[in-house]
């Protein structure tokens, strides 16, 4: 296989640019005619560090990759644009291997109305991508950053917590759950929160419509990412841990795994969902744009206040050390 | 070392972003609000295909992921603005290692008046840089793409050629070559278009302001590379390999290592200058931009005519079979 075979035959699978992209893959650049403000972003997946090979098609390692990507410009309520996808390939993955992972990152494109402007491709010696993701809104004021909660604030999470990190205890057989009737149900759930991550576009639009302060998106978990949004807001923040939305079957799971569902929910990462701070009379009109059939729905959990840090108060009044997805240390030092 | 630590440490070290970079490294995305048309590239360096740590200094390398890149924007004429760097970490670099890295990239950056704008940081199995430039020009109309050159046009080549493989040769202690007296500066040179390419912005945008009407960076080598110029724009190219601009000290390197120094100038790849098709009225002012002290120069060495593929004309009369840097394809195979 050769890297300008592969990148004719990725080409030809692409569909036409839209208009404002003037110039799509193939030449030394790709030539966009963005509207207002643009949010640019990048995220490496890394065999060993972020998936197995053993675990997961190649078709949703790709499109994994593009959804966490696009996760954070769904945190700052832009519309998504343009990706740029670097993928190192092993020797041992051949040309068709390379085609799948870009079906999954086309499937993914197409499902979030994302162009795949350009890329790079080159031997590495463990499968590496690498998604640069360009979003779009009107103006800078349009997007939300990690900075705008203030005291009084109310603090809200999109969807459910726990879900990717009980996948992944499913898909690394670390959990005995026998799932039965509903139950088969929550186990297909939980593994595609780990497998198949959705990036909340639509909910981070409307969380900025209705007047969020600040948003982040959970990949590192809730501890994690709540602390990257008190330290960039100023601010502290106070969490019901008893009030967290937990994804139906964490509790199963975690149990015949012998682990805290709590725990999971704060420090497993990878729900992708969205923490947000907004003022409180902003709730019911952000409730009710996330709240339709089909929307991810919207949970009050805790409270922005003056000071710093992230308290998470257990219902037996201790507070949840909360830890996180770091991507420089092994699993086995997280908690 | 932790992620968190690192980029904490990062950012303590990049300059405040100019105006129209709203908002720089460490929130969920950078927000940038462009002039007109934005032209975006990524490309990615891994050790052992692009370089080896054994015979680059990490600052080097840094230096090399930002330039190579931006090589992209200057072959677009687009005036550089932001880059996004993933860099995946090995076991054996430590954070010291990591900030020589960003050391080598911030150089460059301040360079060119590049902003870092953002990146990721993961673990990885080899030192892994991917690098995303998004550069800005007025409107779509002022970038020159690879797909406008005409049967007619003259082909010209900023620079010299063949001197990064001749660094490379030497580097690997591959040549012989045993320099004194001025052949000490040409060695030095070398080993500097290997180690630490130019990207030939300026001339870019020269080039660009003087009517070029296709252009391509040399990444991959003249022969490689004037076929993705032939091929987008439709034509085909004929050069003459006698008229090629040959770095000072490339023949007695070449000979030193049994290497025939046209090959190494076609064939070698990396010498990220700028290969260009222009109507023959618009070569003196281009060549007058190019000319002045300190500028690489232009020189003219073929022309497009119709129909397709790249011929490179040998004085005996033979022509002259060009490979080049496929990053798929080890290095034994390429030629």
């Known amino acids: 296989m050769g890297e300008f075979e592969l990148l004719a035959r990725v080409r030809e699978r692409l569909p036409s640019p839209p208009p404002h992209v003037v110039l799509g893959s193939g030449d030394d650049a790709a030539v966009v005619v963005p509207g207002g403000a643009t ?33 954070d410009l769904a945190a700052m309520g832009a519309d998504p644009g343009e990706a740029y996808v670097v993928l190192g390939v092993p020797e041992d993955l051949d040309e068709d291997g390379c085609l799948e992972l870009l079906d999954g990152i086309a499937r993914v494109a197409e499902q979030t109305g994302t ?61 005995s759950f026998e799932p039965h009737g509903d139950a088969n149900l929550d186990r297909a759930s939980l593994l595609a929160r780990q497998l198949e991550p959705r990036p909340r576009l639509d909910a981070g639009r409307a969380l900025a419509a209705a007047g969020a302060g600040a948003t982040i998106d959970l990949s590192d978990g809730l501890g994690s990412d709540a602390r990257h949004l008190a330290t960039a807001s100023g601010v502290g923040l106070e ?97």
């Open 115 to 175: 162009t795949l402007a350009g890329g790079d491709v080159t031997r590495a010696p463990a499968l590496t991508l690498a998604v640069t993701v360009v979003g779009h809104a009107p103006t800078p004021g349009d997007l939300v950053t990690r900075a705008g909660a203030r005291p009084g604030d109310l603090l809200a999470v999109t969807g459910e917590l726990g879900g990717a990190a009980a996948g992944l205890l499913l898909l690394e057989a670390r959990s």
């Open 239 to 335: 969490m019901d841990a008893g009030s967290l939305p937990l994804a139906p079957g964490l509790a199963e799971v975690a149990a015949s795994a012998g682990q805290d569902p709590l725990r999971l929910a704060v420090s497993g990462g990878e729900d992708y969902e969205l923490l947000v701070a907004l003022p409180a009379e902003r709730l019911e009109g952000a409730k009710a744009a996330l709240g339709p059939p089909g929307g991810p729905g919207l949970t009050r959990i805790g409270a922005v206040v003056a000071g710093e840090g992230v308290e998470i108060r257990l219902p037996d009044g201790g507070t949840l050390e909360a830890g996180g997805f770091d991507q420089l240390r092994p699993a086995s030092e997280r908690r």
């Open 39 to 71: 949010a640019t972003s990048v995220d490496a997946l890394v065999d060993g560090v972020h998936f197995r090979r053993e675990t997961a098609a190649l078709e949703q390692i790709g499109a994994k990759a593009l959804a966490v990507a696009l996760s």
